[in-house]
């Protein structure tokens, strides 16, 4: 499968542990992309990398979290002390293009957050 | 006004029903504008996009609006197949990412 992976698919974890979500994107897309999605919502953007740059971070993005793409190609999402309004499905998605103009994200499946 | 608002449904309608969601957009300067499809537990994935000359695929057809500032998107012959959500989605002001909408619900029955 040559689509966009994520892991964990599924994290519990308790109030105030740090946990941290791994994507793999298309292997030739530049862009790589973070959204977060809670029930009864679309995708909300968190930040934007191109190559290895972070080009931007949603005011979503409080100081706990933090996002890395070290060698432009996988990426990881860190979240420090966790809190129970972070449970969420964390979304990564990845384009060649700008997808403001193509309208093309390829997310993977998700990784569902639960915090206790 | 939110930058994309959409009716979250749900749309209950029978096989074989003509279904339309409509979804408004604040920045009257965007120039793209798309139609993804979310299915239950699943990654939203792009449907299509809508074109100032409207765009059609099949049973699909997605409608631009510039005047009042919303896009539609119709689907005629409804299947079981199309229960889903639909997320109107445009570019965030700065043309660097898409920003979603709520969604809306479609529930096909037999």
């Known amino acids: 499968d040559t689509g966009v992976s994520q892991d964990p698919r599924h994290k519990i974890t308790k109030r105030g542990q740090n946990v941290t979500f791994r994507c793999d994107p298309i292997s030739e897309h530049n862009r790589l992309y973070w959204y977060r999605q809670t029930l009864g919502q679309g995708p909300e953007f968190l930040t934007y990398f191109q190559n290895e740059a972070q080009l931007e971070k949603s005011r979503l993005l409080s100081d706990r979290f933090s996002a890395e793409r070290p060698k432009g190609s996988f990426s990881t999402l860190e979240i420090q002390r966790t809190e129970q309004g972070d449970s969420a499905m964390y979304l990564c998605?990845?384009?060649?293009?700008?997808?403001?103009?193509?309208?093309?994200?390829?997310f993977g499946e998700g990784s569902r957050l639960t915090v206790l | 006004r939110k930058e994309v608002e959409q009716d979250p449904g749900p749309f209950n309608v029978p096989e074989g029903a003509t279904v339309a969601f409509n979804c408004t957009y604040s920045n009257s300067a965007s120039q793209s504008f798309f139609w993804y499809r979310q299915d239950c537990r699943k990654e939203p994935k792009l449907l299509m996009s809508?074109?100032?000359s409207g765009n059609e695929d099949g049973r699909f057809t997605a409608q631009l609006n510039r005047a009042s500032q919303y896009i539609s998107l119709l689907i005629r012959d409804s299947k079981l197949s199309d229960s889903a959500t639909y997320l109107c989605v445009v570019p965030n002001s700065g043309y660097s990412t898409l920003t979603f909408g709520k969604g809306t619900m479609l529930l096909v029955s037999p």
């Open positions: 998605a990845s384009s060649l293009r700008s997808s403001s103009h193509t309208g093309e994200l390829f």
């Open positions: 809508v074109y100032s």
